[in-house]
């Protein structure tokens, strides 16, 4: 049995750029959630997408939750919520006491239907904001569901955290909504051990956020909070991570898409596979590489296959009107995502991976089809 193989987990430069902004922060004692690596952290990821301004969190779930209380969510509202995604997605809104509404996905993008989309804004017409995931690296089919929130005058978020540097028609998703938000969490195509940001062209929103992300504190002499406060904000040595991380983003997305192609052109022939999809205005960073299987072989066979070799691999997210907490919830759509959870498996994806690693995977799932 090889080395392990990892479905995708954290990868330093070979620069060492990470170590140089974390020893700056060492060395002027900036430890703390404040400091250079913070603001320029924020300036720099805001530049790299194309947004006007930044702020820098301790979790991409904490983006999601302060954009939708920045976009005026509260209790009771509506939120329109892909149900294929992870439980981060969703857990925000019901911080905020809202209420989710789960829409189902289609094939051609393996994100929100559109059509589905357009079904829930006509059974609650009221809904206060639409939060669009990413999945996988995979952008979903974004001039339809910004025509369709423009239409009804509702807050576009965009969870962008699994598809930093992935591009929408030639711009970066996350910056087409009024709010986008980003992970850097271990296994995401860069990382800061933990943290996460969120993009706004909305200037003063994002001010906002950030007063809140630091417990709300009044300008006073002494500690004055005039507004409920969350302990939020990334800290200085973490961002200083994330500085060197971004980088290398480029060459991250470059090798996710050179693992994804080696997977087509070594499985995309096996009969019942098939990659996930691909459409002619998506740029995806391929953060996990994923596919689904019809036929005899299921995705346990090959998941136990590769397990036995000491190689990680992945169900696809599980809906989350599926799920035990949000099952009580509304659902808008037919089985897509069901379909997709049951007949899908995400591959090893990680970007320390050699030619060598890959064959070993490849090597696995073919003898399940060539017994």
Known sequence: MGDRI?????????????????KEAFDTNWIAPLGENVNLFENELAGKVGSKAAAALSSGTAAIHLALKAAGVGEGDIVFCPTLTFSATANPIIYQNAIPVFIDSDYETWNMSPKALEEAFKKYPNVKAVLVVHLYGLSADLDKIVELCNNHNVVLIEDAAES??????????????????????????????????????NEERVAKVRFWATQSR?????????????NYRMSNVVAGIGRGQLKVL?????KKK????FYKSELGNLQGIEL??????????????????SGKVRPLDIMEA??????EARPIWKPMHMQPFFKNYDFIGMD????????????????KMTDEELERIVSVIKGLWFK
Request: glycine fraction near 10%; include cysteine.
């Open 6 to 22: 990892f479905l995708s987990s954290p990868h330093m430069s070979d620069e060492g750029y990470e170590m140089q902004y974390v």
């Open 164 to 201: 930093l540097g992935t591009y929408y028609k030639g711009k970066h998703t996350g910056t087409f909504g009024d709010y986008g938000i980003y992970s850097f969490n271990g296994n995401k195509i860069i990382t800061t051990s933990g943290g996460g940001m969120l993009v706004s062209d």
């Open 218 to 230: 009044d300008t006073a002499r002494h500690y004055q909070h005039s507004e409920l406060g969350f």
């Open 250 to 254: 480029d060459q991250r997305v470059a």
């Open 258 to 261: 050179y693992i994804y192609e």
């Open 276 to 293: 996930m999809p691909s459409n002619e205005w998506n740029d995806p960073n391929y953060w996990l590489s994923s596919m689904t299987i």
């Open 306 to 311: 590769l397990e036995r070799e000491n190689i």
């Open 336 to 351: 897509v995502s069901e379909k997709l959870f049951e007949n899908g498996v995400c591959l090893p994806s990680d970007t």
